[in-house]
């Protein structure tokens, strides 16, 4: 189950940072709202990651972005990242460090 690499954004200001994390649950759902303009992309994830998956990385917070696998390439700024690589935009990370099973639960968008 918690057999995913995920590659998380950081905006910095110099440009971004990389960080990748392995061991973790990813739940991606590609979808489509209906609105009165028209129809518009509703995708989201779901990622769940295990407080001890972080280790020297840094935290994942909102307004990351983050990446389903391992990517390779170095970016000089996030604009440049998003041309290249499908990412999404966390919108929420909550640290559940309780329990038998401390986590970190992000959606995004």
Do not use: W
Request: hydrophobic share 30%; proline share 4%; glycine share 8%.
């Amino acid at each position: 189950m918690f057999n995913r690499v995920v590659t998380f954004f950081h905006k910095t200001k110099d440009g971004c940072e990389k960080h990748v994390i392995n061991g973790v649950f990813y739940d991606e759902v590609k979808s489509i709202s209906l609105e009165s303009k028209g129809e518009k992309e509703a995708n989201s994830i779901k990622l769940v990651i295990p407080v001890d998956a972080i280790g020297d990385e840094r935290e994942p917070q909102e307004g990351d972005y983050v990446c389903k696998g391992y990517i390779e390439s170095d970016y000089a700024d996030l604009t440049s990242m998003l041309q290249s690589e499908p990412a999404h935009l966390i919108v929420a990370c909550d640290k559940r460090d309780y329990g038998s099973n401390p986590h970190y639960l992000i959606t995004g968008r």
